[in-house]
């Protein structure tokens, strides 16, 4: 398959050298010090099984460069998988129509569930998939990825109706072949849902406490907190018509329990370390989509006044003078 990676962060950088090391024609859409790494090397991903490089791949800073440079000028990708943050989604969204031809899947993997609906409004609802993936990775340097649990999980669906298509069923086939673990879901808004109940409480909660993942599980009060954030964004998810169901809260606190000790989310370690975070995707999409079904989540009006001040995007004060 011909592939754009737009953004060179931890999943994408994975993403993108799984995809090549398979054989796949796998171009980037990247900036700064990234592009420049993968255009000179590759990407280089380091798992707890071995490391690999990808080898130097095409990068390019603009959508449009990336677009000229493919066999027909523009239009000739089968698949484009958004993997910058959840944050950023909106703002460039209709810089990727370059990209995008008739036969053009728009894969978004971002935390959230918003993402796929800036795309849908920007590149037309008939070009995107929906799309969600679990991994534990972080991003060492330019274009070198550490995975720290267990190997990349993606599922994807359509949105507009139930059951595969062809094109999911062969972007699927190009994923287990570079080696992701993949679930085609037959509701994949239900899926999106689901994992926003686990990943966001983990880093809101994380976030809000400065502990580790092995520390918030041990304790019975952050712990009770945790679970009591998961059932808020159950109840949010219902009121805007999608069923979470009680075994996805179920799976996701026994993920919470697998997770290896000093692991955390990486919207924690984002607002910890300074930089502009996902809150605005996660927390504040729950405390958002809650008012505009009205059903109240008071642990996340809590927890999104805590952090917001935090955020060195949102909030102007906690930016660094």
């Known amino acids: 398959m011909r592939i754009a990676i737009v953004g060179a962060g931890a999943v994408g ?54 677009a000229a440079a493919s066999e027909d000028g523009g239009g000739g990708l089968d698949l ?11 703002a460039i969204a209709p810089t990727l129509a370059p990209l995008v031809g008739p ?15 800036h795309l849908a409004r920007a590149l037309g609802e008939a070009a995107v998939v929906g799309g969600l993936c679990h991994v534990l990775a972080t991003r060492e340097g ?17 949105r507009g109706a139930p059951g595969a298509s062809d094109r999911v069923t062969r972007i699927a086939q190009a994923l287990r072949d570079a080696g992701a673990g993949v679930t085609q879901s ?37 712990r009770a907190m945790l679970e009591a954030a998961m059932r808020e964004v159950q109840a949010v998810a219902a009121g805007q018509g999608v069923t979470v169901p009680d075994e996805a809260i179920h799976k996701g606190l026994a993920r919470v329990d697998s997770l290896p000790v000093g692991a955390t989310a990486s919207m924690q370690r984002d607002l910890v370390e300074g930089r502009p975070s996902e809150l605005d995707d996660q927390t504040g999409a729950v405390v958002r989509l809650g008012r505009q079904a009205g059903v109240a989540c008071p642990l996340h ?21």
């Open 186 to 222: 037959p509701d994949i808004r239900a899926a999106v849902w689901s994992k926003l109940a686990f990943v966001e409480p983990l880093g809101s909660v994380g976030a809000v406490t400065r502990a580790t993942i092995d520390v918030v599980r041990a304790l019975p009060e952050t």
């Open 13 to 66: 950088g994975l993403l993108g050298g799984m995809l090549a090391r398979a054989g796949h024609a796998v171009s980037f859409v990247a900036r700064g010090e990234a592009r420049a790494a993968i255009a000179a090397s590759g990407v280089v991903v380091t798992t707890p099984e071995g490391s690999f490089s990808s080898g130097a791949l095409p990068a390019f800073a603009d959508p449009r460069e990336a």
């Open 142 to 158: 330019p274009a070198r990825v550490r995975v720290l649990g267990q190997p990349l999980q993606v599922t994807l669906g359509e």
């Open 301 to 321: 009006d809590f927890l999104w006044a805590s952090l917001l001040p935090q955020d060195v995007r949102l909030a102007p004060l906690a930016r660094p003078a």
């Open 80 to 90: 484009v998988v958004v993997c910058v943050k959840a944050w950023q989604v909106a």
């Open 103 to 117: 036969g053009t899947a728009v894969l978004p993997l971002q935390n959230g569930v918003e993402a796929a609906d």
